[in-house]
């Protein structure tokens, strides 16, 4: 798992679900910013990773429409 690829997860689950990453977030009952393009980075330019408790919410809401097997493959392959 990378962070790259992580971030590349959440936008395609967004897309799966037919949303945007605001929409996502939203949906996951997170702040809509959670997962914009600005937020993947700190200021000093560290990569920000996602929480475990994010991910479980995201998780949560994606699991009735993709097969664990295919979230998987979204979350660990780049």
């Keep these: 798992m990378t962070h790259a690829g992580t971030w590349t997860a959440i936008d395609k689950l967004a897309a799966r679900m ?3 990453c605001s929409g996502l977030a939203k949906a996951c009952g ?3 910013t959670t997962f914009n393009k600005s937020k993947r ?4 330019g560290k990569p920000r990773w996602l929480s475990m408790n994010t ?3 995201v998780v949560a809401v994606v699991a009735p429409n ?6 998987a493959k979204l979350i660990f392959s780049d």
């Design 18 to 20: 037919g949303m945007s």
């Design 30 to 32: 997170l702040d809509p």
């Design 41 to 44: 980075w700190t200021r000093d």
């Design 55 to 57: 991910m479980a919410k």
């Design 66 to 71: 993709i097969s664990p097997d295919d979230l």
